[in-house]
């Protein structure tokens, strides 16, 4: 059994990334954000930090602490198991676990689990477009968290940097080897070599998975999200490949923003292909 944990900063196509990597009978449904998971790991890397200061009184050592808590990871792994019992292969995600992803990866190892990573990557002036949209839903309905995503390309630009970077920047070399890297772009303009490379770096055939066709294998429910008005909601969810939000940063922002953008994000721009 293997787990694989989709990366990418939120409005990267993580949701369809997860969706696709979900289109396989050996894999649970495409499921709701592994939030909880974020706590486990965070808990580790505070742990860490605070360890001479805090954490020699409860542990015996790094060591020590860094089994415990893959025990408690492995735990949270085998409940999910355990709702799903016809899952041979989980495939979970939350965007803000991204900067942690080398963390998870040290947690896993000490748990004994064969883990996968796919991080998603996307032109960093679409994602800060989208934010911006996401933004303006979430205040609109009095959302206190539509504060967290201003109309602020410097707030936003580096949002995207210290997503990504922690994550690639590791040097572990079998963290490394563990990573797949996908360009949104690639996946929804052309997805069949993208596909072929899923099919690759997982073992899965992802036989469910069609292009052109709506989403077969998941447990959201994507109209009540529209119901609810949930301002993450993306109109893309659900359907077939769609290139037609690639490149909306122009009708969204203005010259000044994107300047501003390219000038923060420039390395991600260069490496990614996006300049």
């Known amino acids: 059994m293997s787990c ?20 396989d009978e050996t894999t649970n449904p495409l499921v709701h954000e592994a939030s909880y998971l974020r706590s486990i790991v965070e808990a580790y890397v505070f742990g860490l930090q605070k360890f001479d200061e805090h954490g020699k009184y409860y542990f015996d050592s790094r060591q020590d602490l860094r089994d415990f808590t893959a025990a408690w990871l492995k735990g949270f792994l085998d409940k999910i198991r355990a709702r799903y019992p016809e899952t041979r292969h989980l495939v979970l995600k939350h965007p803000p676990l991204t900067p942690r992803l080398p963390a998870l990866h040290d947690l896993l190892a000490a748990a004994g689990e ?18 911006v949209r996401v933004g ?17 390309m410097e707030q936003l630009g ?24 996908i360009r949104y772009e690639d996946l929804v303009r052309d997805p069949e070599p993208v596909i072929a490379k899923l099919r690759q770096a997982s073992g899965l055939a992802l036989n469910l998975f069609d292009p052109g066709s709506d989403w077969r294998k998941t447990a959201i429910d994507f109209k009540s999200l529209e ?10 969810w659900g359907k077939g490949l ?33 300049l």
């Open 158 to 181: 580096s949002y995207y940097m210290k997503c990504y970077m922690p994550a690639l920047a590791h040097q572990d070399k079998d963290y490394q080897a563990r990573i797949t890297l």
């Open 4 to 23: 694989f944990f989709v990366g990418g900063v939120n409005r990267a196509g993580t949701t369809l990334l997860q969706n696709i990597l979900c289109s």
């Open 114 to 131: 064969d883990a996968r990573f796919f991080i998603i990557v996307r032109d960093p002036r679409d994602v800060a477009a989208s934010l």
């Open 227 to 236: 119901k609810e008005k949930n301002a993450w909601l993306s109109p893309l």
């Open 242 to 274: 769609s290139n037609r939000r690639v490149g909306a940063y122009r009708n969204i922002l203005n010259e000044q923003e994107i300047r501003a953008l390219e000038k923060i994000c420039a390395g991600p721009l260069k490496t990614f292909g996006y």
């Open 136 to 152: 303006e839903r979430l205040r609109a309905k009095g959302d206190s968290e539509g504060a967290t995503l201003p109309r602020d």
